[in-house]
């Protein structure tokens, strides 16, 4: 078992419609990130969060530490909010090592 | 653009080749991280390094050989590899604890 387990796998939406993306960790964490990975492969960072919850524009992260479990919310998805969606958690008490889920495949149709 | 800078974008290379992988930063960044990408799988960690020194090696086989002659640059030289090694490599970088910035990936195709 993964120690960080991302749901759902794949997610289609209408344009407009609010995202939910879960990831849920077992180990110890000092902090969990949110990429992005568009087609084409470059991943860009859309989170880093230890506690609480970080709005950037339509997107909000949300973290629960003591049920080991966050969630990325996208609110009005467009099209081009299309891409692979990964969670990350630093953890083992290594400030550098990032361990991923293995993503979520997010389509939004228009 | 994330200020992270990976080149080849792609490379197609034989079983019996050495090619390497660049890989640079120009954020003032300590840390530098190589990653593999397979098909279907979670991003894997390579190597990290830290000031110029190795800190993770993440048990990877010896015809992976990572160097890192200052904070700005990484390489990862390639030898004798197995089509199973092909794979998206990305390259990243932080300050500690800090936010990791990634290139775009060299696609990488062994035949």
């Known amino acids: 078992k993964n120690e960080v387990e991302q749901s759902p796998q794949n997610l289609t939406a209408q344009e407009g419609e609010f995202i939910t993306i879960n990831c849920s960790y077992s180990?110890?964490?000092?902090?969990l990130h949110w990429l992005q990975q568009h087609p084409g492969g470059g991943i860009v960072s859309l989170f880093m969060l230890s506690s609480g919850k970080k709005k950037h524009g339509r997107l909000i992260a949300t973290i629960n530490i003591q049920e080991k479990h966050s969630s990325l919310h996208i609110t009005a998805s467009h099209p081009r909010d299309s891409a692979v969606y990964i969670c990350?958690?630093?953890?083992?008490?290594?400030?550098?090592?990032?361990?991923f889920g293995k993503g979520t495949l997010l389509t939004v149709n228009p | 653009e994330t200020g992270v800078t990976q080149t080849p974008r792609h490379l197609v290379m034989g079983m019996t080749n050495k090619k390497s992988l660049k890989c640079e930063q120009h954020?003032?960044?300590?840390?530098m991280y190589w990653y593999k990408q397979s098909a279907k799988k979670p991003l894997e960690l390579m190597f990290v390094y830290n000031f110029k020194e190795q800190t993770e090696n993440n048990s990877v086989p010896s015809r992976f050989s990572p160097e890192c002659p200052n904070s700005s640059h990484l390489f990862l030289h390639l030898h004798t590899l197995q089509p199973e090694d092909s794979a998206l490599y990305l390259c990243?970088?932080?300050?500690?604890?800090?936010?990791?910035?990634f290139g775009q990936g060299t696609r990488l195709t062994v035949v």
């Open positions: 990243a970088s932080s300050h500690r604890q800090g936010e990791a910035f």
């Open positions: 954020l003032g960044h300590n840390a």
């Open positions: 180990v110890g964490i000092s902090a």
């Open positions: 990350a958690v630093n953890s083992g008490g290594s400030n550098y090592k990032l361990t």
